[in-house]
């Protein structure tokens, strides 16, 4: 049974990827990659299979690499710029950012002011810094005063070397106190963590978090949606994929199966409205980036 209704507003997509696993991941990172998934991964992302089978399905997608030195993740602003400019109707670029390393906010500077990128990704745990951190500041004031979203890695991975201690969603909430008019995405929900990373979003009226990745695991997907419905906060979930990790398609069908792994058992249900709600929001005027 096709699941795809027939699409009259547009869907965007606030997170995918896009690198060169040759130039921009470490061999030993690229390793567990593969393990983690139990099969070689290619991670590598190609413009045209990109726009075909990831930001056809959007109205516009946000795009950006990574960059963690810890891990071995680094994609310079000039790709994803590169990339960006050859589908700029499509395609929204963020710079990231890694403010462990020297001269990380001129870095970021020139990304935003020279290259035209229009938010920032940062991920603490792979690069080995507390969200709280004080070389931060200079970034989150930075940030706040340009109106540019950041959005952040939340959540386990399979890095060994990426601390769980500075993935904790609740690490956001002393971020958001300090800078209430930051526009911030907790990515993944902050799998497994996921009803920490809702009652941190709750709070924040310009904290959001992204469901990206996470309906492959259909048991932990629907729990957190029905939380979500609970504490009534589904208003503050984004849509997003994580490709090349997940895809457009199988994510948009994910959401829109949330139902499926509870059968006719009587469990609560994820509603129409909560999925829409999720599925259609406008996620650039919501992060200033329209
Ligand atoms: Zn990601």
């Known amino acids: 049974m096709p699941t795809e209704k027939p699409t009259e507003k547009p869907i965007y997509n606030v997170h995918a990827h896009a690198w060169d696993q040759t130039l921009h991941i470490d061999p030993a990172t690229r390793a567990e990659a593969d393990r983690s998934r139990g099969r070689p991964m290619d991670l590598t992302v190609d413009f045209e299979q990109f726009m075909e089978e990831e930001a056809a399905h959007f109205a ?4 950006f690499g990574a960059k963690a030195r810890r891990t071995g993740y680094w994609v310079p602003d000039e790709y994803i710029a590169e990339f960006v400019g050859r589908a700029p109707d499509k395609l929204i670029g963020f710079a990231a950012c890694d403010p ?3 001269g990380a906010l001129a870095e970021l500077r020139h ?61 956001w909430d002393e971020v958001g106190m300090r800078y209430p008019e930051l526009r911030m995405v907790l990515a993944h929900v902050g799998h497994p963590f996921g009803e920490e990373c809702l009652v941190v979003i709750r709070k924040h009226p310009h904290v959001y978090a992204d469901i990206s990745a996470l309906f492959y695991r259909p048991w ?19 849509f997003g994929t994580d490709y090349p990790f997940a895809k457009g398609q199988e994510s948009i069908n994910g959401l829109r199966n949330a139902n499926h792994i509870i059968g006719n058992s009587g469990l609560p249900r994820v509603t129409e409205a909560t999925i829409d709600g999720i599925l259609y929001r406008d996620i650039p005027a919501l992060l200033g980036i329209a």
């Open 60 to 63: 516009k997608t946000v795009v």
């Open 100 to 102: 462990t390393q020297e």
């Open 111 to 171: 990304g935003i002011e020279q290259l035209g990128l229009r938010g920032v990704k940062m991920m603490p745990m792979y690069a080995g810094f507390d969200p709280r951190d004080e070389r931060c500041q200079p970034i989150y004031a930075y940030c706040q005063d340009q109106g540019l979203p950041i959005l952040f890695h939340s959540g386990t991975t399979f890095n060994q070397n990426a601390p769980l201690g500075f993935t904790r969603p609740w690490l």
């Open 220 to 238: 932990q997907f629907y729990n957190m949606l029905i939380a979500a419905q609970e504490y009534n906060v589904t208003s503050k979930l984004l």
